[in-house]
């Protein structure tokens, strides 16, 4: 299994606060990507990294900013959280192969 | 962007029984590959598969590019096989990673003791 570990796992917050989610990643892969898991609309695909300080949005990037200041961290921001970002948080890793791989996960409430 | 479909949306099968599960594509896609949800979350890539036919034990899978489709079969399905099962790729004429990987709804699997 990819070494791909996400933290926190679980975390309530409110509106209007500022959240940070973490990946790290000990597979040294070029590429990292966040995903957002919700009914109806499966995974959509938030910030991906192509290298260190190498980022660019996805589908569903509004509200939301990144960060990869390491090969092996990258970091999910919510500037000031809303309800409608309430959802499990996956992060992603892929190397030269395009193979995909997840971390377990962060579920999020914002309340 | 591309749209991917997968069927059935919803399958319960007594343990032992063998399935085929659909993705159909609606345009010529690079990178698929299937993956699995268990029923904690947890998200599997089962299979890396732009072409051709690969085995991984009682699961396998083919993909017709040409035909825009990929089929997953699972043999003798145990209780285990049971969650989403998802297939995923990004367009040929896309933006490769920056569009990431486009992924159906996918299909929910019940197998039953």
């Known amino acids: 299994d990819a070494g791909i570990t996400q933290s926190p796992r679980h975390k309530v917050t409110e509106t209007g606060t500022p959240v940070t989610l973490r990946c790290h990643q000990t597979?040294?892969?070029?590429?990292m990507y966040w995903y957002r898991q919700d009914p109806g609309h499966g995974l959509r695909l938030i910030h991906y990294?192509?290298?260190?300080?190498?980022?660019d949005k996805g589908e569903v990037s509004d509200g939301y900013s990144v960060s990869r200041s390491k090969t092996e961290d990258f970091l999910l921001t919510l500037e000031s959280a809303t309800s409608s970002q309430t959802s499990v948080y996956f992060c992603?890793?892929?190397?030269?192969?395009?193979?995909?791989?997840f971390g377990s996960g962060t579920q999020l409430s914002v309340l | 962007g591309i749209q991917v479909e997968q069927s059935p949306p919803d399958l319960i099968l007594q343990e032992g029984a063998n399935s085929t599960l659909r993705c159909n594509f609606s345009?010529?896609?690079?990178?698929l590959q299937w993956f699995h949800q268990n029923p904690w979350g947890q998200l599997i890539n089962l299979f890396y598969?732009?072409?051709?036919?690969k085995q991984n034990g009682r699961l396998s899978a083919t993909t017709v590019a040409t035909e825009r489709y990929s089929l997953l079969y699972i043999s003798s399905s145990q209780t285990t096989d049971s969650g989403v099962y998802f297939c995923?790729?990004?367009?040929?004429w896309g933006r490769g990673g920056a569009d990431g990987l486009t992924f159906g709804k996918g299909t929910h699997l019940i197998i039953q003791p």
């Open positions: 995923a790729g990004w367009g040929l």
């Open positions: 345009d010529s896609v690079n990178n």
């Open positions: 598969i732009p072409s051709g036919t």
């Open positions: 597979e040294n892969h070029r590429y």
């Open positions: 990294s192509y290298g260190v300080k190498d980022t």
């Open positions: 992603a890793i892929s190397g030269a192969n395009e193979k995909l791989f």
